[in-house]
């Protein structure tokens, strides 16, 4: 059985339908990615399945448990680190998961030593009897993350963990996911950063106006767009011939400007060789060559028209890709 599973789920807010008849399954120690835009209704499906939100259509499961009929089992099944984090600025770190152990009902001894072993885990420990109101929004990240797992949940909702933070800190809470779901917790992601998904997600949901418009692996969407293809920078006078010899290796895509040449290929990297050398054989000088491979904001546009992200969230994301 999905450790999420979801049928028709709406919700309407007046005459806004914020969610319309959403369905999808995430297994058992999978990382889902929730991926759209602000306001796509990322944030109003998450409320729905943690018990925060009653759905005014459709049925929905977690951890096995109906989420309106089942909302206490649900709650004590799952973790939650919703976008705006509620904390107390005048509480210590320490204190605040120490508080939490005790709301969860552990004992006073099994609470403090859960709280020092959570502290530790999302690097805290040096900072843990600091008022939160001093920390970083990093530093806020963790600690919320760490009052989620307080009672080890066996499914971990984190919605939008990262928005607002730099790059290092999103990049600590990625490993902190990574790590998370290697002890076997189900993570379901709500996110509207391209890398984040690709990264972290075993499977993807793209959510838009409140439906989802596409799901599955990031290979596979990104694989329904097109094949990787080579831009190839040349003499303006070379651009025809280029064209010509291309045309017999893959399929030509429309140019970017005057001087490029762009080529589908099949093989992605490994065309390259066979690209190069026909140019090569027609005396044509190659002055620069890229292979760019389909992304998810390709996938996205390809289903909704738009982009997903603004530029320079596509400049950050770049920033934290690995080489």
Known sequence: MPSIAVEGLERAFGEVRAVQGIDLAVEEGEIYGFLGPNGAGKTTTVRMLTTLLLPTGGRASVAGHDIVAEARQVRGSIGVALQEAALDPLMTGRELIRLQATLQGLPPAAGRERADALLERVDLADAADRRVGGYSGGMKRRLDLAAALVHEPSVLFLDEPTTGLDPVSRKTIWEEVRALNDDGTTVFLTTQYLEE??????????????????????ESLKGEVGNPYIELLVGERAVAEAERVCAELGRL??????????????????????????LDEAGIAVESLELVRPTLDDVFVAKTGHHLEKEEDRDADEEMAPA
């Open 253 to 278: 895509l429309p140019p970017k400007d005057g001087k490029r040449v762009l080529v589908e290929v099949e093989q992605g990297a490994a065309d390259i060789p066979r690209v190069v050398r026909a």
């Open 197 to 218: 998904a690709d990264q972290l997600a075993d499977n993807v949901g793209i959510i838009d106006s409140g439906r989802i418009v596409a799901e599955g692996t990031p």
